[in-house]
């Protein structure tokens, strides 16, 4: 296992996140498989890892517990804990905090953050009064380092830096995200305050674990055995700012997978870097309908549809993740995709031949799921 020193510490490279953890039976939803979940622990702290991720809401609230049972086998200073403050969930922090050392049946938290700081929760959490709670209870010796994750606007992150000096901070930090969004620009933040990164959503919610077919066989042929999914771990590794990447294991088999990759602990190469960040792009040109919303189409349909703007949410939805397709649901009945009656007069009159259609049946399916 590789170690990164913070403040003295030797803190492993690769973090166990508790979010995904397997559940009985593998619904979602249902209680965690304790004893898989629990091997899974066990095998990660025999490889090195020290560094277990989870938070109030994760798995219904069930999260802490297994995390501080199943580390309970170990010396209190052999690992650390992260957990998250969520003003959501019960904006009394005082009961939250006691929840959670109760929980995890633990007397401190190693790092503890603020859950999900961004644009529209900037002002709650920086009004509430929890920060300067929290920084009574750092200097209690109850809670040892104080950050917070954050899913913002760069701006809003560069608010946040200027209230304290936060010990770190946890971004989504990947190679699409970074190519597409504003990890580069939050990472550089970070970089130049001199604050320590820990990664979250290191494959984008597993989506660079996947990848389709095409785009895997790419990495496949730069090295054949080597997982999809290392690529995205060996890239986040690489960055000098980077703390701890963090991965939300489901499996034995990823667990695996991860030990190995941070084993060997072998960044990319600024050519590797260059060709995994290309694979980004062919896959986000590979998925996604190219529609150029010149909207030649609009006038033409019976129904009325907004055709590109539908067409943009259904392109979101390949990268994102399928809650990108809720915002349709916003839209009254008669103008979401499953009011398409498929006459075609759409695509006749594209200029790209775009068969809207069949993406049109595709997202009404999902609608009916997002319904249930
Ligand atoms: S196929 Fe659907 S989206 Fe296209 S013009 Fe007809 S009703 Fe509108
Ligand atoms: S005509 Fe084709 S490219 Fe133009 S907005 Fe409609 S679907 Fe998109």
């Known amino acids: 296992m590789i170690y990164k020193d913070f403040q003295g510490e030797k803190i492993s490279r690769l ?37 277990f991720d989870t938070a109030y809401i994760y798995h219904g609230g ?11 086998d170990y010396p209190r200073e052999s690992y650390h804990v992260a957990t998250k403050f969520n003003l959501g969930a019960n904006p009394d922090y005082r009961a939250q905090f006691a929840e959670q050392l109760s929980r995890l049946g633990m007397d401190y938290i190693d790092f503890y953050l603020l859950h999900g700081v961004g644009d529209d929760s900037f002002e709650g959490y920086t009004g509430c009064g929890c920060i300067e709670y929290f920084e009574e209870q750092k200097k209690a010796g109850r809670i040892r380092w104080l950050g ?59 989506m660079l674990a996947r990848l389709n077919e095409k785009t895997a066989a790419k990495l496949k042929a730069m ?80 129904m009325g549809l907004e055709i590109p703007k539908i067409l943009a949410a259904y392109n979101a939805s390949k990268v994102e993740g399928p809650w990108a397709l809720m915002d ?31 993406y049109m049946a595709e997202m009404a399916e999902a609608e009916k799921r997002f319904r249930r």
């Open 15 to 51: 973090g166990m996140g508790n979010m995904r953890l397997p559940t009985v039976g593998g619904e979602p939803g249902s209680p965690i498989d304790y004893e898989q979940a629990k091997s899974m622990i066990d095998e990660l702290v025999r490889s090195g890892v020290n560094y």
């Open 62 to 72: 069930k999260s802490e517990e297994f995390v501080g049972k199943a580390l309970s």
């Open 148 to 206: 917070f994750s954050f899913h913002g606007s760069p701006d809003t992150l560069r608010r946040m830096l200027a209230i304290r000096k936060w010990d770190f901070v946890q971004i989504q930090l990947n190679y699409y995200d970074w190519v597409f969004g504003t990890a580069k620009e939050q990472y550089e933040i970070l970089a130049e305050a001199g604050i320590p990164v820990v990664v979250m959503e290191p494959a984008h919610g597993g």
């Open 223 to 302: 090295d054949p055995e080597r997982s999809v999914a290392s690529w995205a771990m060996r890239w986040a590794m690489g960055l000098e700012g980077v703390q701890v990447v963090l991965s939300g294991m489901s499996d034995m088999e990823q667990a695996r997978d991860n030990i190995a990759t941070f084993a060997e602990g072998k960044p990319l190469t600024a050519e590797e870097r260059a060709a995994v960040e290309q694979v980004a792009a062919d896959y986000r040109t590979d998925v996604s309908v190219p529609c150029t919303a010149c909207r030649y189409c609009t006038d033409g349909c019976p």
């Open 328 to 358: 349709l649901a916003k839209l009254p009945e008669d103008k979401r995709p499953s009011a398409c009656i498929a006459c075609g007069a759409c695509t006749a009159a594209c200029p790209q031949s775009i068969e809207v259609p069949k």
